[in-house]
């Protein structure tokens, strides 16, 4: 039998997700994103006012690839809150346009500007 060893990339991950309610693995940082999805996201969690934890996946590739299998999602952003995977770009999108996005940081407690959420809205309507 073959011992499986523990990935160093999804204990970080995990470390990561278990440490901060809102970690947003992306291409870039925050306050200088490298791709238009990222940026997307990132914009969207900084307008609503969001405090999270952004990771840089180009500047580890053992990351940018473990993100991939670690949430059997073959794309980046992506969004974590309160542990759990939520979603890539088009999918926090839609949330944030539906509301989905506000109810899913009211139950789990995470603060945010609801008037920027709503100007959100407004906006792309």
Same mark, same amino acid.
């Given at each position: *039998?073959?011992? /499986?060893?523990?990935?160093?990339?999804?204990?970080? #991950?995990?470390?990561?997700?278990?440490?901060? %309610?809102?970690? =947003? &693995?992306?291409?870039? /940082?925050?306050? *200088?994103?490298? @791709?238009? &999805?990222?940026? $997307?996201?990132?914009?969207? =969690?900084?307008? *609503?006012?969001?405090?999270? +934890? %952004?990771?840089?996946? =180009?500047?580890?590739?053992?990351?940018?690839?473990?993100?991939?299998?670690?949430? %059997?999602?073959? /794309? #980046?952003?992506?969004?974590?809150? +309160?542990?759990? &995977?939520?979603?890539? @770009? %088009?999918?926090? /999108?839609? *949330?944030?346009?539906?509301?989905?996005?506000?109810?899913?940081?009211?139950?789990?407690? #995470?603060? &945010?500007? +609801?008037?920027?959420?709503? +100007? #959100? $809205?407004?906006?792309?309507?």
């Amino acid at each position: *039998m073959s011992e /499986t060893v523990a990935d160093p990339a999804h204990e970080a #991950i995990r470390k990561d997700i278990s440490e901060n %309610d809102v970690v =947003l &693995f992306m291409k870039g /940082t925050a306050s *200088m994103p490298q @791709c238009g &999805f990222s940026s $997307r996201v990132a914009g969207v =969690l900084n307008y *609503m006012g969001i405090a999270y +934890k %952004d990771v840089n996946v =180009l500047a580890d590739e053992a990351i940018r690839n473990g993100i991939k299998s670690f949430s %059997d999602w073959p /794309t #980046i952003p992506q969004l974590y809150v +309160k542990g759990e &995977f939520v979603g890539g @770009c %088009d999918i926090i /999108t839609e *949330m944030t346009l539906s509301g989905e996005l506000d109810t899913l940081l009211e139950e789990n407690g #995470i603060a &945010f500007d +609801k008037d920027a959420a709503a +100007k #959100i $809205r407004e906006a792309n309507a």
